[in-house]
């Protein structure tokens, strides 16, 4: 069974970088692209990336200047980090396994509060 | 930006059958999956490339996509499907960055 999960602190000040981890388990990393989606409170969500085994990136268009996300092979890991954040980025931070086009399998999420 | 555009709430008796629409530009064209997420947990996806049901997810849901619009069927409806419903598709118009993954507007499910 697969199993994704998010690590990370709950809380990140004004203007500075949010960083996740996203933990694999049950799956053989190379085989697919692996996401980070976010939700805000009360919102929809909203794809802001992925990583290939290769370490090959895609990010959405509205988050890539402030969007870099990595990989570690050996530890089943890839990460996230989204510099200079504002109150506008508080969301539970999902990561994904993507198949195909579709999001397949699903971390708990995190809530990451953006707050002084 | 490529949009999906889904009514913000649907209401549905026990028993009876829930539609569910998502709309965009020629996503008859693309592969729609959708998902479906209870208060307070991850999404679930229930129907990918269109009509596939992944394990374990009832025969009561079902989805056609055709021209603009996808739907997504929820027949006989039971209470523990009340939940938020949220399409989504890729967009690679925009070439520069490839495809990117569009999530649909969400539709809060009621079973009244």
């Known amino acids: 069974q697969v199993q994704l999960q998010e690590s990370g602190p709950g809380v990140v000040k004004p203007s500075e970088t949010l960083s996740l981890t996203c933990s694999v388990s049950?799956?053989?990393?190379?085989?697919?692209?692996w996401n980070w989606i976010r939700q805000p409170p009360g919102g929809g969500l909203e794809w802001i990336g992925h990583?290939?085994?290769?370490?090959?990136?895609q990010y959405n268009s509205s988050l890539k200047r402030r969007v870099t996300i990595s990989i570690d092979r050996s530890k089943k890991q890839f990460s996230l980090k989204l510099t200079s954040v504002t109150a506008a980025d508080t969301a539970v931070y999902y990561c994904?396994?993507?198949?195909?086009?579709?999001?397949?399998?699903w971390g708990q999420g995190t809530l990451v509060t953006v707050s002084s | 930006s490529y949009e999906l555009t889904q009514p913000p709430s649907v209401s549905v008796s026990p028993g009876q059958t829930a539609y569910i629409s998502c709309s965009g530009h020629?996503?008859?064209?693309?592969?729609a999956s959708w998902y479906q997420q209870r208060p307070g947990q991850s999404p679930v996806l229930i129907i990918y490339?269109?009509?596939k049901r992944p394990s374990g997810i009832p025969e009561r849901f079902s989805g056609t996509n055709s021209g603009n619009t996808a739907t997504l069927t929820i027949s006989e409806t039971q209470a523990m499907d009340e939940a938020d419903y949220y399409c989504?598709?890729?967009?690679?118009?925009?070439?520069?960055?490839?495809?990117?993954?569009?999530f649909g507007t969400g539709t809060k499910v009621t079973v009244l």
């Open positions: 990583i290939s085994y290769s370490g090959n990136t």
């Open positions: 490339q269109d009509r």
């Open positions: 049950g799956d053989s990393i190379p085989s697919h692209d």
């Open positions: 994904a396994r993507r198949d195909d086009y579709f999001f397949d399998y």
């Open positions: 020629k996503l008859g064209e693309k592969y």
């Open positions: 989504q598709t890729w967009d690679d118009s925009t070439y520069v960055d490839g495809s990117i993954y569009v």
